[in-house]
């Protein structure tokens, strides 16, 4: 189909060009031969009178156009799938969706592991891919990729203010170390605090750190960093026995006290307050299947908040 001499197929092309930057990949993407996504390239190069990527050694680089390009041709694919392609009445009995959701261990531990339980038992062929927060998801939760990005509040997070979000609860940052540590007491200051080993959490290949991390250093808090892990939950593993500490939000914290020989003390400074949010892209506004998720999740936190209220 053409509009305005413009065959529209071509901007499908167009997309993946400019996110993979590489004819071969953009032609894999798509399922193409790298003879005909070379082809599509070069009618796109007729169609703009621009080469929009160029050869850079071995690789290929965007040119100003094509930059130019990217966002408008994403927002007007995104356009077309969400409210044109994509049937409008979303049943959750019959849908075999698979939702993409972008969250730390904390949120699945705490929220998303009831509402998949939950899930499972109305709508069995819905499904879950669960990734780990890093720029990366950031970028493709930024081109409309990711369906949820459920993360602590931070201005670093560079998710786009125009898309819509919802508060799911507040918690703190606590300390937590072994029970057994001499070292860590009500006493704790910020001199010993700096001074003891830390472990800390990055994620992703990009050691992505966390949303806390972020704040300590906004806040230059020295510590000696001695372990890295890839998840919150493997942050007790790394303490129980040792002098070490870690920091935690405080609801998780409590989780594994009740499961593992660790104790949680307050921060021996003041720390914002841990604000948790669930991101979704403005396309997505009128979603009917992520608004049935979103209702499951508000339904998990009313609970979670109601085990936490009771003696």
Not at 148 to 157: D, G
Request: net charge negative; hydrophobic share 45%; proline share 6%.
């Amino acid at each position: 189909m053409r509009f305005d001499r413009l065959d529209l197929n071509l901007l499908v092309a167009l997309d993946t060009l400019i996110e993979r930057g590489n004819v071969s990949l953009a032609a894999e993407d798509l399922c193409l031969s790298q003879s005909a996504m070379s082809g599509a390239l070069k009618r796109l190069r007729e169609y703009f009178g621009d080469e929009l990527l160029i050869p850079n050694g071995r690789a290929m680089v965007l040119t100003p156009k094509a930059k130019q390009l990217a966002h408008p041709v994403r927002e007007a694919l995104l356009y077309v799938r969400y409210h044109i392609t994509t049937p409008g009445k979303f049943n959750p009995s019959t849908s075999d969706r698979c939702f993409q959701i972008v969250g730390t261990d904390y949120s699945h531990q705490l929220i998303l592991a009831n509402v998949i339980s939950q899930i499972a038992k109305e709508a069995p062929d819905i499904s879950f891919a669960i990734h780990a927060p890093d720029s990366q998801m950031v970028e493709l939760f930024n081109r409309g990729e990711i369906d949820l990005f459920i993360s602590a509040q931070h201005p670093m997070l560079n998710i786009g203010k125009e898309h819509k979000k919802i508060d799911l609860f507040t918690d703190e940052e606590v300390v937590i170390c072994w029970d057994e540590n001499p070292l860590c007491d009500s006493d704790l200051n910020t001199e010993s605090f700096s001074a003891l080993g830390h472990a800390v959490t990055n994620f992703g290949p990009n050691r992505h750190p966390a949303i806390s991390e972020m704040v300590f250093e906004q806040l230059n808090i020295e510590r000696r960093i001695e372990v890295t892990v890839s998840s919150f939950s493997s942050l007790p593993l790394a303490i129980i026995g040792t002098q070490r500490i870690a920091t935690m939000h405080r609801r998780q914290a409590e989780y594994f006290a009740r499961l593992q020989p660790i104790k949680i003390l307050a921060l021996p400074f003041p720390m914002p307050p841990v604000q948790l949010v669930a991101h979704w892209h403005i396309i997505r506004a009128a979603d009917d299947g992520l608004s049935w998720l979103l209702a499951h999740i508000m339904s998990a936190v009313e609970k979670l908040d109601e085990q936490r209220a009771m003696p």
